[in-house]
């Protein structure tokens, strides 16, 4: 499983519609969200492939300005804890 974290900066006056779309997606959560538009996100995936797929799919959200990677994990056994 992959697991990432995320900034995204949404449009002034668009976050709470950027918020329902991107919670919404499949494997994204918004964990908070600021007054200034920018939102804290994560990303669960199976593979390197579909985290690059939700973040461009983030990326390119009506109402998003900006996505920026601020962290990736990759857990071989998801069940198990470390």
Do not use: F
């Amino acid at each position: 499983m992959n697991v990432s974290s995320l900034i995204v900066h949404a449009r002034d006056g668009h976050s709470v519609a950027v918020q329902g779309r991107l919670s919404g997606m499949p494997g994204i959560e918004v964990h908070a969200a600021s007054p200034e538009g920018k939102l804290i996100v994560t990303i669960e995936t199976e593979s390197d492939r579909e985290t690059v797929a939700a973040y461009e799919r983030i990326s390119r959200t009506d109402g998003v300005l900006s996505a920026a990677m601020v962290y990736h994990q990759i857990e071989s056994e998801p069940d198990q804890e470390i």
